[in-house]
């Protein structure tokens, strides 16, 4: 008998995309060229952007915008502790001051007080980050920066395809990046995009991109080689097409779940603010008793249902906690949800009977504990 397997996610690549990308390789170009000029101008039109820039993955999106941004030594930025690295990498690439705020348990997303109280004078940037495709509260940003005059970008790295107060993610602030890795909503394999509506900076992040070249080996800034390829732009056209219907299909999936938990007391579902029209259901993420998560996370895998804990906060990490005492006090709520969260399956073609079984055996679990 076959033991049976749920994966956490499963990207939905078929013979669509192999068919755009054999016809990307047979027309002879393969960098970037007019397929990504294509890819970004049906990003612009979906968003509702005046400018998409294709890069080749997320975080080389945030460091190009960085760059763009002027960040430079000794400048403090300010993130949430609970994000994936590469919004901290990206901080400690240019060698500025990284600032830790702490994060709110219901929403994973950044907790407005804690960051309210690490803004100084030296504050040069605040990265806020859209966590398991979560929006955060954009007005509340947005109007923070023309107060305080300080930019604020968005790693929404996760939520591509959301929606806040009814508009998609992508042109609430200064500028948002995303991500196309291969479990994302729309994914290229790797890839990435900026979309701005600034279009000053548009024109820094597309020489910034391209080795910092203004025309043909005219280096006028210190740039990188963060291309797109031709290859990469057919498979996004293609996965933009499919969005829509991956978003309903991840909802009533969502939906399903929630109804399975509702009347299990040690269950947490996704806690979904007003603001927030559509969530991207990047993940799905359930919040149990630290005493019970690694044990229903042993448990389920046990029973081939994969689970993901997501990103450990930045000032636990091996690399950073030489730098930021991992007790913090200051950061407390985003090591406590850090241990409470657990992530499920969630793929846009999750059949109904695997749905039933990953909730029927979560539910199990604590029956028998």
Not at 139 to 167: H, M, R, V
């Amino acid at each position: 008998m076959r033991k049976i397997f749920i994966p956490v996610a499963n990207p939905t690549v078929d013979i669509q995309e192999a068919k755009a990308v054999f016809n990307q390789v047979k027309s002879g170009w393969i960098s970037m060229g007019k397929k990504v000029e294509e890819f970004e101008g049906k990003v612009e039109k979906f968003i509702g952007v005046k400018n998409a820039i294709a890069i080749n993955n997320g975080t080389s999106a945030l460091d190009a915008l960085l760059t763009a941004l002027n960040i430079k030594q000794n400048d403090e930025v300010i993130i949430p502790s609970l994000t994936y690295i590469s919004t901290a990498n990206v901080v400690a690439y240019k060698k500025a001051k990284l600032v830790l705020c702490d994060s709110n348990p219901r929403t994973f997303n950044i907790d407005k007080k804690s960051l309210l109280k690490k803004i100084s004078k030296k504050t040069k940037l605040i990265i806020v980050t859209d966590m398991k495709g979560m929006p955060v509260d954009y007005d509340f940003y947005k109007a923070l920066s023309k107060k305080t005059k300080i930019p604020i970008i968005a790693d929404s790295a996760e939520s591509f395809g959301a929606k806040y107060k009814n508009k998609i993610i992508g042109t609430q602030l200064l500028a948002h990046t995303f991500s196309f890795f291969a479990n994302k909503n729309l994914t290229t394999g790797e890839g990435g995009m900026i979309v701005t509506g600034n279009n000053i900076l548009s024109e820094k992040l597309k020489i910034i991109r391209n080795q910092g070249q203004n025309k043909r080996y005219n280096h006028v800034v210190l740039g990188n080689n963060y291309r797109m390829t031709d290859i990469s732009a057919s498979i996004g056209i293609i996965q933009l097409r499919k969005l829509k219907s991956c978003l309903l299909k991840k909802q009533k999936i969502a939906e399903n779940y929630n109804k399975f938990f509702e009347n299990i007391s040690e269950i947490n579902i996704p806690f979904i603010p007003k603001y927030v029209s559509q969530h991207s259901w990047y993940n799905y993420s359930i919040r149990v008793s630290s005493n019970h998560r690694n044990k229903l996370m042993e448990y389920l895998r046990k029973k081939g249902i994969e689970t993901r804990l997501s990103f450990p906060p930045v000032h636990i990490q091996p690399y950073y906690k030489k730098r930021f005492n991992k007790n913090r006090k200051d950061l407390k709520k985003s090591l406590q949800t850090f241990k409470e969260f657990l992530d499920i399956p969630i793929w846009p073609n999750m059949k109904i009977e695997k749905q039933k079984v990953v909730a029927s055996s979560i539910i199990n679990y604590f029956k028998k504990n």
